[in-house]
């Protein structure tokens, strides 16, 4: 089951049906969807719904967590977040998009550093990796700001409006968070 989470200014909860008219205005952006590997535009009337009903189920098979990123004053949803896993490999990888009024703001930084931590410190996984497109730097400096290390590119990984895209792999591994960990212990004691 998705457990809810917290951040200084979010609160990660889990996604439910009534959430689906908010998820599909936000997600029915074009921009949204030219950011992103799997959200179509113009993006389909009841497909949030749809979405959120399969990542429950996902959720019940523990093969993901999907999140409603809500804004702890007003509770209003700001975009999704999920974590897709492969327990068997002791790993997860990072799925997420923010509305773009909420652009910007340092939300998205903010909630991936909050699911690097549940991830290695609650679910004890050894990895944690993220992909995006290459032309997406936004997407690409929240994984280098969460402390995530760059593994590659994989060229024409992925079609995108009809165009062959290449696609920027980041990671993280258990060890290297806890040398983060440390090192920021450190310096605030």
Same mark, same amino acid.
């Given at each position: 089951?998705?457990?809810?989470?917290?951040?200084?200014?979010?609160?990660?909860?889990?996604?439910?049906?009534?959430?689906?008219?908010?998820?599909?205005?936000?997600? @029915?952006?074009?921009?949204?969807?030219?950011?992103?590997?799997?959200?179509?535009?113009?993006?389909?009337?009841?497909?949030?719904?749809?979405?959120?009903?399969? @990542?429950?189920?996902?959720?019940?098979?523990?093969?993901?967590?999907? !999140?409603?990123?809500?804004?702890?004053?007003?509770?209003?949803?700001?975009?999704?977040?999920?974590?897709?896993?492969?327990?068997?490999?002791?790993?997860?990888?990072?799925?997420?998009?923010?509305?773009?009024? !909420?652009?910007?703001?340092?939300?998205?930084?903010?909630?991936?550093?909050?699911?690097?931590?549940?991830? !290695?410190?609650?679910?004890?996984?050894?990895?944690?990796?993220? @992909?995006?497109?290459?032309?997406?730097?936004?997407?690409?400096?929240?994984?280098?700001?969460?402390?995530? *290390?760059?593994?590659?590119?994989?060229?024409?990984?992925?079609?995108?409006?009809?165009?062959?895209?290449?696609?920027? !792999?980041?990671?993280?591994?258990?060890?290297?968070?806890?040398?983060?960990?440390?090192?920021?212990? *450190?310096?605030?004691?």
């Amino acid at each position: 089951m998705t457990p809810t989470l917290h951040t200084e200014r979010l609160t990660l909860r889990p996604l439910r049906e009534e959430d689906a008219p908010f998820v599909e205005k936000l997600a @029915s952006d074009r921009l949204i969807a030219d950011t992103t590997l799997l959200i179509p535009h113009p993006y389909p009337e009841g497909e949030a719904r749809n979405w959120i009903i399969r @990542s429950k189920k996902k959720a019940e098979q523990q093969e993901a967590y999907t !999140f409603a990123i809500t804004d702890k004053q007003t509770g209003e949803i700001i975009g999704t977040y999920t974590l897709k896993l492969e327990l068997l490999h002791q790993k997860a990888e990072l799925g997420y998009w923010i509305g773009v009024p !909420f652009w910007g703001k340092g939300y998205m930084t903010e909630v991936t550093k909050r699911m690097i931590q549940y991830g !290695f410190d609650e679910l004890g996984l050894n990895k944690i990796h993220a @992909s995006a497109l290459a032309r997406n730097p936004a997407s690409t400096n929240i994984m280098k700001k969460c402390g995530m *290390s760059y593994e590659g590119t994989f060229k024409h990984h992925i079609f995108k409006w009809g165009q062959p895209e290449d696609s920027e !792999f980041y990671a993280i591994l258990k060890e290297e968070y806890a040398e983060m960990k440390k090192t920021q212990s *450190s310096i605030t004691s």
